[in-house]
Every structure is written in C-alpha cells, then in structure tokens.
C-alpha cells in the first residue's frame, strides 16, 4: 500500500500562486507515476498533471500548460503542484494520486491510490 498526503492548498486571489505538496509513504517502490487532479462542485474529476517517476516525463492537461508545473523530489518521496497565475476556475479540491505504470495517465482509472484532497480557492 502507498499512503498519500496532500498540502499546501488555501485561499489566494486570481493572479496568485499557491504550491501543493503530496508526500508518499508505504511501499513507495510501488508507485511508478504520480499525477494531480481536481473536482470543482458538482464537476467530475479532471486530470491536472503527471509525472513518470523514473524518467521526470510531464503530461499537462491543455487549460494548466504554462501555468503550473509538477515536479518530484525523489530523496522526500514527495510530488509538488507549482500553480502559477491562478484564476477562478481553478477553484477546486485538488486530489495526489499514484499508479503501478510507468508513465503518467490522464485517466483517474489508471490510479491505484489516492489522497484525501487539498481545497484550492481562487477568488476574484
């Protein structure tokens, strides 16, 4: 088992920036990719970023590229979300998840674990 821990969300104004942290711990040998993903209310899930854990590959969904970047410390087992120039409709809980494969995934499918979730607010 691989148990996540998200941190760092809050409330910022539109043009802000916030970092997300997710620690894992367990059988972290387990867990090949990790990914960010968020849920605004009444919303379903949608893909944020990934990262290969071997490689350092990035995947980006196409509303987040430019603005935020995933990075991953290998020494801390931890996966950051850097959010930069934040507006409204990044409001949501933003969710760590990892998976057994190799490369990052756009599907929550493809996720074996996940965290409890971090509240991300963006006011305008």
């Known amino acids: 088992q691989v148990q996540l821990v998200e941190s760092g969300g809050g409330l910022v104004q539109a043009g802000g920036a916030l970092r997300l942290s997710c620690a894992a711990s367990g059988r972290t040998s387990s867990r090949k990719a990790m990914g960010w993903f968020r849920q605004a209310p009444g919303k379903a899930r949608q893909f944020v970023a990934a990262?290969?854990?071997?490689?350092?590959?990035?995947y980006y969904t196409d509303s987040v590229k430019g603005r935020f970047t995933i990075s991953r410390d290998n020494a801390k087992n931890t996966v950051y979300l850097q959010m930069n120039s934040l507006k409204p409709e990044d409001t949501a809980v933003y969710y760590c998840a990892a998976r057994r494969g190799y490369s990052g995934s756009y599907y929550s499918y493809d996720y074996d674990w996940w965290g409890q979730g971090t509240q991300v607010t963006v006011s305008s």
């Open positions: 990262i290969s854990w071997g490689t350092g590959s990035t």
